[in-house]
């Protein structure tokens, strides 16, 4: 596409709409006068180009119903009487296809970006849609790890070792292994937590109860829900959606939803992969994601429950986008991110016998976010067991002014307030509630880059609308056109309705020139099927390959012709097997 050189033809408001079986209807009751265009037809030679004057067209309007104005010899339609009336009214000329004919062409990147994603969002859905499709080889030892309802499977630990029967112990304090699946039953992709070791302290009953915990609600059970989950799942765009938890193969399994593309905060900026590794965060950057760990954080706590896996590695980052100015910061370049918070309810599944109350689960969320916010501050990481286990007051205070004392030095007193109230050890720390309350003014900055995300993949989204748009047609086109046979007539696709649009085919992909070069004008190829999409009532020429046979016809015509020869196809196709 870069290679053409092209304009963007534009929708005609002198269209028809049309409904099945009501045929077309005019968009509007008022006769409207049009100034004439140029109107080219080439088949395999290119050699018509029909130029026009002004005219009314609504006096010249062709109709396929009067027979008075075209004649049918062999299932074909001419032009008679409607058409030798037509060229006394008008002054034609024929002339040769100029060579230059693009002298008031748009930009190029008009159409680039009407007819599909910018480059840079083309090739990272495509990255996405890869990784969303690779699996592992049909020998691998790591397929046995995966319960049989589950199919193409994809370890996403690259350091898992290759045998099913070692795994890595985990921040859980167990052997875990984390695979992409695909369900049997509903073809969807899920993220499958597989955890060993861990049958002494799970039983079936727990899992049910932490089940109900996360996936309960007043009306009861729906089994049409993905992964066989409960109707009323807790769901929040912050937190990635917990399905299910069973027990298999003597092992504990957690199914939760896919994200592709995802990785953790510790792999994004404090891996030593990453050139960021030790470099402390933006503070933009740091308000965004704690807004989106805020609303997180609310809505679970609203519930009565509570996160428990507030760690940079339990923490999913994937890209907002790159849609202009809002997809990254202006200092150290990082884009935009959403975050998501994963692994709910595995804690609560392992740790089931551990007699805390709610109030005291929540607060320890409150202690890991403000142990989030010290990691990201300071470019360490930081964790709640560093700062509080095993270590006496004084201790915890000497360690957070260690860290404290910078971020009071490089970032501002707002934030810095935050993090001393949420990891002071000598009062409790304060409800999400109140943290909401105090960064209301920072939401609205949140918000205003969500909003320019929004707005970016809308464009996005109209560019690939326009491609399907023309997509449909073109399928459509494809089944008609040379069909081979149709039943017992063999010059079904040659004859009829059909013949036009063989001739219409020809004149959208087949232009050339004077000398028979292909003309590749993708502009002229867009902007007739537009006109075609909206049946509009202007006039083309259509032409046969030898030159014998020409035809004056509308797009709104082709469209008829073009519906009715697909619903017969449709209504004579083979019937596609149910799957039960």
Request: aromatic share 8%; net charge negative.
């Amino acid at each position: 596409m870069d290679e053409l050189e092209d304009t963007v033809g534009k929708l005609s408001l002198n269209a028809k709409e049309w409904r099945p079986g009501l045929g077309f209807s005019s968009n509007s009751e008022t006769s409207r006068q049009v100034s004439a265009g140029s109107m080219t037809s080439a088949g395999s030679s290119g050699r018509w180009n029909v130029v026009v004057g002004e005219e009314d067209r609504s006096n010249s309007q062709s109709s396929w119903g009067d027979s008075s104005q075209a004649i049918d010899v062999n299932g074909t339609h001419y032009f008679s009487t409607a058409l030798q009336s037509q060229q006394q009214q008008q002054q034609q000329q024929t002339t040769v296809p100029n060579q230059n004919p693009h002298r008031h062409r748009l930009p190029r990147s008009t159409l680039r970006s009407s007819l599909s994603l910018p480059s840079e969002e083309y090739h990272y859905y495509r990255e996405l849609s890869l990784q969303s499709q690779t699996e592992m080889n049909p020998d691998d030892n790591r397929h046995r790890a995966v319960p049989p309802s589950f199919c193409r499977s994809f370890c996403l630990e690259p350091d898992a070792p290759v045998s099913s029967s070692h795994t890595i112990r985990s921040s859980f304090g167990y052997p875990t292994i984390l695979f992409r699946v695909t369900s049997t039953s509903d073809g969807n992709l899920y993220a499958l937590r597989r955890i060993d070791s861990a049958m002494k302290c799970v039983n079936h009953t727990i899992c049910q109860s932490v089940m109900q915990q996360w996936l309960s609600n007043p009306v009861g059970l729906d089994k049409n829900q993905p992964g066989g989950g409960i109707a009323g799942a807790f769901d929040h765009p912050g937190v990635v959606r917990f399905y299910k938890c069973f027990l298999s193969q003597r092992a504990v399994f957690f199914l939760h939803h896919y994200h592709a593309g995802a990785v953790t905060l510790k792999e994004r900026f404090f891996s030593n992969k990453d050139s960021r590794s030790g470099i402390p965060l933006p503070e933009s950057f740091i308000w965004s994601c704690l807004t989106q760990l805020v609303s997180a954080i609310l809505a679970v706590h609203s519930s009565d429950l509570a996160v428990r896996t507030l760690q940079l590695n339990h923490i999913l980052c994937t890209r907002e986008g790159c849609f202009g100015a809002s997809a990254s910061s202006s200092l150290y370049s990082i884009p935009k991110v959403r975050l998501r918070i994963n692994c709910i309810g595995i804690v609560d599944v392992l740790e089931f016998e551990t007699r805390k109350t709610l109030e005291e689960l929540q607060g320890e969320d409150m202690r890991a976010l403000g142990c989030l916010l010290l990691s990201m501050t300071t470019g360490t990481e930081v964790s709640v067991s560093d700062v509080y286990r095993n270590n006496s007051l004084q201790q915890q205070i000497m360690i957070l002014n260690q860290y404290l004392g910078f971020v009071r030095q490089n970032y501002s007193r707002d934030l810095h307030s935050l993090i001393e109230t949420l990891l002071n050890p000598n009062i409790a720390p304060p409800p999400i509630r109140a943290i909401a309350a105090n960064m209301a003014v920072r939401v609205f900055e949140e918000m205003d880059g969500v909003h320019s995300a929004v707005d970016g993949m809308h464009d996005a989204l109209m560019g690939l609308y326009e491609s399907g748009r023309a997509l449909r047609l073109m399928l459509k086109l494809a089944f008609v056109n040379e069909r081979p046979e149709f039943g017992i007539d063999q010059r079904w696709s040659e004859s009829g309705d059909c013949y036009i649009l063989k001739l219409f085919r020809d004149f959208v992909f087949h232009q050339a020139d004077g000398a028979g070069r292909p003309a590749m004008d993708l502009g002229h190829v867009i902007s007739s099927l537009n006109k075609l999409d909206a049946a509009d009532e202007e006039n083309i020429v259509l032409t046969s390959r030898d030159g014998k046979n020409v035809l004056v016809v509308s797009y709104a015509d082709v469209a008829f012709c073009l519906e009715k020869a697909y619903q017969e196809l449709c209504s004579n196709a083979v019937p596609h097997p149910v799957v039960q």
